[in-house]
């Protein structure tokens, strides 16, 4: 139990063309299109060495209404198999995002997971928070952090609005970038038009990046992009799919 009474919970053994990271040096990022910790997502072995650590902090604040600790469960499951441990830390709600406690822990991570669920709930928990600072920080200093579906989109500014694809305002880890998760699925977006819109709603030179399930849209420590996974990453620039694909994300 962390200060606070926080539950911390322990998995078994113009032209959008400059875009600005927070401050000096940052880790790894990688923006995962959904169906995190499962076969396929090759990326995580090497996220896990960025880390330079064999634990992952798992925070599965979108997840708040939708079981958070199973959540970490797989999270554990998976990532024993790559033989790390995952820590739990239960920031549901604004009251956790403010915990002293909890942004200690954040601080002091070196791979931190934000997990699928809601986005609206994710950036309505985090914005402005002690927490989100923590994140900030150790990232600013090479923590390496991860967001899948709901995570990678509240990573950028401006991000995409699920409720029907038009943007709106982000966290901002990474800006003059919008990701749309689940990339292909014709489940999460049936006929396409959420994607439309925000592709078409995009401002001129901000690339828009569909990511499929189980594939990572990755920033290396020293600004360069790469994806890996089971799928393959599509930018659209102005309106259209780019021709230069990720090296329209170079800056």
Do not use: N
Not at 24 to 30: D, K, V
Not at 43 to 55: P, Q, R
């Amino acid at each position: 139990m962390l200060p606070g009474g926080k539950q911390l919970v322990r998995g078994p053994p113009g032209r959008h063309d400059t875009m600005a990271a927070v401050d000096g040096a940052p880790g790894t990022l990688a923006l995962v299109g959904g169906g995190e910790w499962s076969e396929g997502c090759t990326f995580d072995a090497g996220l896990l060495a960025a880390s330079g650590g064999d634990e992952v902090l798992v925070l599965p604040t979108a997840a708040a209404y939708e079981r958070p600790e199973r959540s970490v469960v797989v999270a554990a499951e998976w990532f024993e198999r790559l033989g790390a441990r995952v820590e739990g830390l239960m920031v549901v709600g604004r009251a956790d995002a403010e915990d002293d406690g909890a942004a200690a822990v954040v601080r002091k991570a070196r791979f931190i997971y934000l997990g699928s669920g809601s986005p609206l709930h994710l950036r309505s928990v985090l914005k402005g928070s002690k927490v989100w600072a923590a994140l900030q920080a150790a990232w600013r200093e090479g923590a390496v952090v991860a967001g899948a579906s709901a995570g990678a989109m509240v990573l950028t500014d401006p991000m995409v609005d699920p409720r029907g694809g038009a943007l709106t305002v982000g966290l901002g880890l990474i800006e003059g970038l919008a990701v749309v998760p689940h990339f292909g699925d014709t489940h999460e977006d049936a006929h396409g038009e959420k994607l439309h819109r925000s592709v078409a709603l995009a401002p001129a030179g901000l690339p828009v990046a569909g990511i499929p399930d189980r594939t990572a849209l990755i920033r290396e420590a020293d600004g360069t992009w790469r994806s890996e996974g089971a799928g393959s990453v599509v930018v659209f620039v102005d309106g259209a799919r780019s021709a230069d694909g990720l090296a329209a994300l170079a800056g």
